[in-house]
């Protein structure tokens, strides 16, 4: 549960459990105040006048409690309130009567008066769009060159989806407490938080088996316990086999790096299935993936007679017309795991029922391992298989979620936030990689990556966040510059940090 993220209502849960069992939440709000108090002091060390805006709720407590903290570390302190204290209840309540020094309206805050702001307006329950004068406080903010400490999230981040709720700050830094948010990681929430650091206020992690959260940080902790390495006594079919289709002799090259990604990241052994007008281009660029023919569904069907062949990618470079949808049926029918991307999934856009029944009954008697099918889909493809989906009013989680249980796959809905979501109900979010990673062929070696896994026994969801998460840290390792074919030369090292983590 080291990974888990927690929503807002999963966050008031694990609040009410520990109140429940003994500690005050007067006490919890006065250790996050204190962690927003160290916050500014280490990060904000130089600022000489501080405002602390204090909104209705737990927030509002919070900023009361930070600002009676800094003033006693004797720092130049002006607060600013929404609603006046007497209006407020519960622990900010005693927050608010508590803090002995100045306060003064919202509508008397200019930013410009001050070096730091921290915000305390609304945290990651907020649940409607901010409107009228908060709405012109934020945009004058965020106009201003004053940083801008968020306590919890920035007002007016959702912390379920990680949405503008009408306007929301920009933060430089944001303070949060026990776990992460969703907010915290889904953009555009991700780019509105700056530097996140969570803090313990003494919420014991024992609380997280009784929440039973389904939303996780892609990170180790989730996934590496489920990860196959190699052992001493081993040999290359342990590993599997990996196996990528490739597309006519004008676009080989994506299977390729979708090949030489799946060997580099683990399989025992890789070969590209090429159409025979294709063989000749391939075998001039390959040497340790191997070639085998591969023209129609009937060569393909002799094809799978070896089992040992059992992870597939199709997509990369492939052409979306019918042999696409043939080749992907044939392979699910045959009870082989599939990572359908690119071309795959255009393919079936006007038939993704189809797609969707073949996946069901692959997944049948795989419940130890997970679905037989992911789709690595971008946004527009996205919307080619679930249109109504992608037009919902719902957060990238959620949408992810929704396609994964009705396409029974693990979805790989990507972006710089890529969600990793199980049809079970479980969603990773991934926050590896740099701005580098948006170059052509990138999401081939992904494709390729998420088949060793796949070929190494790995269960389909923690599969699918591995690969996301290696192939965010192989750009990370190249840096800039990065285009698609240096990404397989990295993943060596991301594995070995990995094994050494």
């Not at 776990?179 to 650091?197: F, Q, Y």
């Not at 390495?229 to 597309?247: I, N």
């Not at 071309?343 to 996946?359: C, N, R």
């Not at 069901?360 to 971008?378: C, I, K, S, Y």
Request: charged letters at 20%; proline letters at 5%; glycine letters at 10%.
């Amino acid at each position: 549960m080291d990974a888990a993220l927690l929503t807002p209502t999963e966050m008031g849960e694990a609040d009410r459990l520990t109140i429940a069992a003994g500690t005050p939440g007067i006490v919890l709000m006065e250790r996050a105040a204190k962690a927003v108090a160290d916050a500014v002091e280490t990060g904000f060390g130089d600022a000489a006048r501080i405002a602390l805006l204090a909104g209705p709720g737990n927030n509002g407590g919070d900023a009361y409690a930070a600002a009676a903290i800094l003033e006693r570390h004797g720092r130049d302190v002006r607060l600013f309130h929404l609603v006046p204290s007497q209006e407020l209840t519960g622990d900010a309540a005693i927050a608010a009567k508590a803090y002995g020094g100045q306060a003064a309206p919202l509508a008397d805050f200019q930013p410009q008066e001050f070096d730091l702001v921290v915000d305390g307006l609304f945290g990651a329950g907020l649940s409607r769009a901010l409107e009228g004068k908060v709405v012109d406080l934020v945009d004058q903010l965020n106009a201003s060159a004053v940083p801008v400490l968020a306590i919890d999230l920035p007002s007016g981040i959702s912390g379920t989806s990680g949405a503008v709720l009408g306007a929301a700050i920009e933060a430089e830094a944001t303070v949060s407490f026990f776990r992460r948010k969703p907010g915290h990681l889904l953009e555009p929430g991700r780019s509105r938080c700056g530097r996140v650091a969570i803090a313990d206020i003494g919420i014991e992690a024992d609380v997280l088996a009784e929440i039973a959260p389904t939303s996780f940080e892609n990170r180790p902790a989730l996934w590496r316990h489920r990860l196959m390495l190699p052992t001493q006594a081993g040999h290359k079919y342990d590993r599997g086999h990996a196996v990528v289709f490739s597309g006519p002799a004008s676009q080989t090259g994506a299977a390729r790096m979708a090949a030489m990604a799946a060997l580099r990241g683990g399989a025992g052994l890789a070969t590209v299935f090429s159409p025979a007008s294709a063989i000749l281009v391939n075998a001039a660029h390959l040497t340790a993936v191997m070639l085998k023919r591969c023209e129609n569904a009937a060569e393909l069907e002799t094809l799978l007679e070896d089992g040992r062949m059992n992870a597939f990618v199709l997509g990369p470079g492939f052409g979306a017309g019918e042999g696409a949808r043939a080749y992907a049926e044939a392979v699910l029918s045959a009870g082989r795991r599939l990572v359908l991307d690119a071309d795959g999934i255009t393919a079936f856009q006007d038939m993704p029922d189809a797609l969707f029944d073949a996946a069901v009954a692959a997944g049948n008697g795989r419940e130890d391992d997970g679905p037989a099918l992911v789709l690595t889909p971008h946004a527009g493809e996205f919307k080619r298989l679930f249109p109504d989906l992608a037009e919902a009013e719902l957060g990238k989680a959620d949408r992810a979620r929704k396609a994964a249980a009705r396409s029974n796959a693990v979805v790989i809905l990507k972006g710089r936030d890529t969600v990793i979501a199980a049809p079970d109900g479980r969603a990773a979010i991934n926050a590896t990689g740099t701005a580098w990673l948006a170059t052509a062929g990138s999401g081939d070696v992904l494709a390729g990556l998420v088949a060793a896994q796949l070929a190494q026994n790995t269960p389909t969801f923690e599969a699918a966040c591995a690969a996301v998460w290696m192939h965010g840290k192989a750009a990370e390792a190249f840096g800039p510059g990065l285009i698609a074919e240096d990404l397989p030369a990295m993943v060596p090292k991301v594995l070995a940090d990995l094994i050494a983590f």
